[in-house]
């Protein structure tokens, strides 16, 4: 693997340093997926902040120098990697900063304030440049939530379970915004499984990285059209400068769902797995809903990233959204469509 790519070895280092602080949660076969067709539902949602991202948080922060972790952190965040980086902090004895989006979910926000970490809100469009500022005048150090090698070596460890229990991968389904946890997870994967297709899925409001991907080149979207997706963790405008090679040269395609589609798994998750997925995170199992000709025949893993959803969000994907599989495994067609939430 190339020079500035995250290695297998860096992902290893990551599962070592990390173990003792993430849960390591088996895959579930869902049994509404057709009998033709495997569908393993990698449940991250299960994690003690609802999400992925403290896999990559944990391995930066615990991988910081004393003198880095004597100084604090901070980070800017649509919600979950902020939640995980404080959660890492605490974990570490240092203090977090993190700039929040100001059209967060408040189960997002209320999740980083519990674990004594300062929140800042502003405007989507400043985050980065607030968190920059914040390093600068007070001295913190940055722990980005997709441009950091330490965060991709930390998403990979995903990857690294999933090939570890399924010795014959087709397909790995995996949310993509900023791309770390879609970097990491193809990093792990190719390596142990070079034949197993790594395969990013975005909204359809928000994929950037589709048309990069079809132009060979990081295409970088407005916040205002990428805010217009109800996937609030999935509204970054581009990949990041450290994932964009990784995807570039592992990463095998991008399937993009639509906003009706995204509920309709969030719902069919809720209701045959009996797992709770935030939009963000039930994107990947909204790929294999309905767009299967997309993917290759065989064992498919469906990360789902996060289940950090308000529960007026959920309340109503369930009323819109009550999903019903027929015996085949396909998906009935439903006639409410008014999906505003």
């Known amino acids: 693997?190339?020079?500035?790519?995250?290695?297998?070895?860096?992902?290893?280092?990551?599962?070592?340093?990390?173990?003792?602080?993430?849960?390591?949660?088996r895959l579930l076969r869902a049994d509404w997926a057709p009998a033709s067709r495997t569908l393993w539902i990698k449940p991250e949602s299960l994690q003690r902040t609802g999400s992925c991202k403290v896999r990559g948080a944990v391995n930066a922060v615990l991988g910081l120098s004393e003198p880095e972790l004597l100084r604090g952190v901070?980070?800017?965040?649509?919600?979950?990697?902020?939640?995980?980086?404080?959660?890492?902090?605490?974990?570490?004895?240092?203090?977090?900063?993190?700039?929040?989006?100001?059209?967060?979910?408040?189960?997002?926000?209320?999740?980083?304030?519990?674990l004594g970490a300062r929140a800042a809100s502003v405007p989507r469009a400043d985050l980065r440049q607030v968190a920059e500022s914040l390093r600068d005048e007070e001295g913190l150090v940055l722990v980005p939530p997709s441009d950091d090698r330490a965060v991709i070596a930390g998403?990979?460890?995903?990857?690294?379970?999933?090939?570890?229990?399924?010795?014959?991968?087709?397909?790995?389904?995996?949310?993509?915004?900023?791309g770390g946890l879609l970097a990491g997870v193809a990093?792990?994967?190719?390596?142990?499984?070079?034949?197993?297709?790594?395969?990013?899925?975005?909204?359809?409001?928000?994929?950037?990285?589709?048309?990069?991907?079809?132009?060979?080149r990081r295409v970088e979207w407005s916040h205002a059209a990428t805010g217009r997706t109800i996937a609030d963790a999935?509204?970054?405008?581009?990949?990041?400068?450290?994932?964009?090679p990784h995807i570039e040269r592992l990463v095998d395609g991008v399937i993009t769902v639509t906003e009706e589609e995204i509920l309709r798994a969030v719902g069919t998750l809720a209701t045959r797995d009996r797992l709770v997925a935030e939009p963000s995170g039930a994107v990947s199992t909204a790929a294999f809903l309905f767009h299967r000709d997309e993917i290759p025949p065989g064992n498919t893993v469906a990360v789902l990233s996060g289940g950090n959803v308000d529960g007026s969000l959920l309340a109503n994907a369930l009323v819109l959204c009550q999903p019903y599989l027929g015996s085949s495994g396909d998906q009935v067609s439903i006639t409410k469509s008014n999906f505003a939430v």
């Open 1 to 25: 693997m190339s020079a500035d790519l995250v290695s297998l070895d860096d992902v290893r280092v990551a599962a070592m340093r990390i173990a003792d602080h993430v849960l390591h949660p």
């Open 74 to 114: 901070v980070t800017y965040s649509s919600g979950n990697h902020g939640h995980a980086v404080a959660l890492a902090a605490q974990l570490a004895g240092t203090s977090a900063t993190v700039v929040v989006p100001d059209d967060a979910p408040a189960v997002k926000i209320d999740a980083i304030g519990a």
């Open 155 to 178: 998403q990979g460890t995903i990857g690294l379970e999933i090939a570890d229990e399924i010795p014959d991968l087709a397909a790995v389904l995996v949310p993509v915004s900023g």
């Open 187 to 216: 990093a792990a994967v190719k390596a142990l499984q070079p034949n197993a297709s790594v395969i990013g899925v975005e909204p359809i409001l928000a994929a950037d990285t589709a048309q990069s991907l079809r132009e060979g």
């Open 234 to 244: 999935l509204r970054a405008p581009t990949t990041a400068p450290a994932t964009w």
